[in-house]
């Protein structure tokens, strides 16, 4: 596709399952970012790839928060034991050059609800 | 943590009146963008400034820049009603760390 993918649109877990969130960026994207958004709230910078290279995850806000982008394009964040104040939208996007010096591509976001 | 604060948080207009938006942040800057958001959307990117302009246009959209105030502001001339939605400003640190940061928003709507 043309734009941003992610999948699933949609999540509801129990506490303590694990999730896996997926975001295709747009072909040919060096950049790729992940951003927690609460209902009302702006985009909270989770962690930022370049290629393959995971340059800054310090919006990680534990290490039950794990993200990979293994061959620079497809990336997965993964959430372990979820909690209920994990329930968020998680944002993916990408951008063509290098970190956020041009425009960002954002996908329509993963809905993750806890119960 | 956030970088940008965007002022007011929420802001209500009659279609055909012009919308003023501002963000505040804290340290150096790259560049500072403007988002949209529709409700249960993704952000749209709407316009990029570098910390070396001053002020830039786009369609009805206007952008300023003072980076010795740290300020920006957003105009909508013309509000359609159309143009409901969130508005987020975002910031490239200055350092090089590549992450952009965003603001808490601006909720606008635009009453036809």
Do not use: I, W
């Given at each position: 596709g043309a734009g941003v993918s992610q999948s699933p649109r949609y999540k509801v877990a129990k506490r303590g399952q694990d999730v896996a969130l997926r975001c295709d960026p747009i072909?040919?994207?060096?950049s790729l970012f992940w951003y927690q958004q609460a209902l009302g709230q702006g985009p909270e910078f989770l962690t930022y790839f370049q290629n393959e290279a995971q340059?800054?995850?310090?919006?990680?806000?534990?290490?039950?928060f794990f993200a990979e982008r293994p061959e620079g394009s497809v990336s997965t964040l993964k959430i372990q034991r979820?909690?209920?104040?994990?329930s968020a939208v998680y944002l993916c996007a990408s951008s063509l050059?290098?970190?956020?010096?041009g425009e960002l591509f954002f996908g329509e976001g993963s809905r993750l609800t806890v119960l | 943590s956030q970088q940008g604060e965007e002022d007011p948080q929420a802001l209500s207009i009659q279609e055909g009146e012009n919308a003023t938006m501002n963000c505040s942040y804290k340290t150096s800057i790259n560049n500072l963008q403007w988002y949209r958001q529709n409700s249960g959307r993704g952000l749209v990117h709407l316009i990029l400034i570098r910390s070396n302009e001053r002020e830039k246009h786009s369609g009805r959209l206007r952008v300023t820049l003072d980076t010795s105030k740290k300020s920006s502001s957003l105009l909508i001339t013309?509000?359609?009603?159309?143009?409901?939605a969130s508005y987020f400003c975002a910031t490239l640190s200055g350092?090089?760390?590549?992450k952009l940061i965003f603001g808490q928003g601006t909720t606008l709507q635009v009453k036809p």
């Open positions: 072909s040919g994207h060096v340059l800054d995850k310090s919006g990680l806000p534990s290490d039950r979820t909690q209920q104040e994990d050059g290098q970190g956020g010096v | 013309a509000s359609r009603a159309a143009d409901t350092e090089g760390t590549g």
